[in-house]
C-alpha cells in the first residue's frame, strides 16, 4: 500500500533551547520511502541521530522561541499481515539481546505487578495466540477518550480506569505481553485508518525470531502501517520533546492513501 504523510507543527516555547523531533516516516524494514521533505525553518542548530534499534532518526533542534516544522512524505508500505495463531513463543533463553530489553519493567510500563493477573487471565494460551487475546481482551475493556489521559499516566492507570487514548492502550500492551514473558516495544507510526487524524501508537511483539506490529485500538493494520520509530514506551518515540513548556499553536497530521 501507497500513503501520503503531511505533518505541519507550530509551537510556541517558553524560552529559546534544544528540541528533538520523531516525525519522520523510517526506511525500516517492511516499508520504502518514495520522497521525503522536511523543513524545520531558520534553527540555531540542525543535526540528526539514530533513534532507537536504528529505526528512525532524530532531529535535534536549537529554537528561539517558536518551533516550526512542515513534513510530507510518499511512503511505498509493502510488509504482509502477520499470522499470529501461527506464530510461536520464543524461550528467553533463546532470545536475541535486542529482545530481552523489552521483557523489562520501564517507566509507564509495570509488568511485574500484571505477572499473576496474566498468568490466570491468559492461562492456556501460547505465542501469538496468547497477544491476540491480549489485544481483544484491550480492546473490548477500553473505551477510547481522547483528554482523560496525561503524561504521567501509567499502564497501572489505564487497567483501572478502563479508558485513555492510543498511547494508553500501547502501554497496557506492552505491560500484559512483557508479563506474560512476551517481548513487547511501543511503535510511533502513521496509519490512515486512524481517526481523528494524528501520531499513532501502536505495538510490535517478538515472536518466531521477528517483530510483529499489532494495534490494540483496532484501527491500524500492519499492511497499513509507515514505522517512524520504535523504544521501550512513550518516552522514546514522542514526537516532540522540549526542554522548556511549549505552547500548542497549530497541529495537524494527514494521512490518505494513494492509487
Known amino acids: 500500500m501507497r500513503m501520503k504523510i503531511e505533518v505541519e507543527l507550530d509551537y510556541r516555547l517558553a524560552q529559546p533551547g534544544p528540541a528533538i523531533l520523531v516525525l519522520e516516516a523510517a526506511g525500516a ?20 541521530v539514530p533513534a532507537e534499534e536504528g529505526i528512525g532518526e532524530r532531529i535535534i ?71 491476540m487475546a491480549i489485544r481483544d481482551w484491550i480492546e473490548a475493556e477500553l473505551d477510547y ?29 506492552l505491560t500484559l505481553c512483557r508479563a506474560a514473558q512476551i517481548p513487547a516495544r511501543i511503535v510511533s507510526v502513521f496509519a490512515p485508518s486512524v481517526q481523528p487524524p494524528d501520531f499513532h501508537a501502536v505495538v510490535e511483539v517478538f515472536l ?16 497499513e502501517i509507515a514505522i517512524i520509530a520504535v523504544g521501550r514506551d512513550a518516552v522514546d518515540v514522542a514526537f516532540m520533546t522540549t526542554s522548556c513548556p511549549a505552547e500548542l499553536v497549530t497541529q495537524t497530521v494527514s494521512v490518505s492513501r494513494i492509487g
Do not use: N
Not at 29 to 48: C, K, M, N, W, Y
Not at 74 to 83: A, F, G, I, N
Open 29 to 48: 524494514q517492511g516499508q520504502e520511502l518514495i520522497r521525503t521533505s522536511i523543513d524545520t525553518g531558520p534553527v540555531d542548530h540542525f543535526a540528526r
Open 61 to 131: 533542534i536549537r529554537a528561539t522561541r517558536q518551533i516550526r516544522c512542515s513534513y510530507t512524505a510518499e511512503v511505498l508500505v509493502t510488509r504482509p499481515r502477520p499470522d499470529f495463531d501461527s506464530l510461536a513463543l520464543v524461550e528467553i533463553d533463546r532470545m536475541p539481546g535486542d529482545a530481552l530489553r523489552y521483557l523489562l519493567p520501564s517507566r509507564y510500563c509495570e509488568a511485574e505487578r500484571f505477572t499473576p493477573y496474566v498468568s490466570k487471565r491468559f492461562d492456556g494460551l501460547q505465542g501469538g495466540r496468547k497477544v
Open 145 to 173: 477518550v481522547p483528554g482523560v489521559s496525561h503524561a504521567g499516566t501509567t499502564a497501572v492507570d489505564t487497567f483501572l480506569e478502563r479508558q485513555g487514548v492510543c498511547r494508553d492502550y500501547a502501554h497496557l500492551m
Open 208 to 223: 518466531d525470531g521477528a517483530w510483529h506490529l499489532v494495534d490494540p485500538t483496532g484501527m491500524a493494520k500492519a499492511d
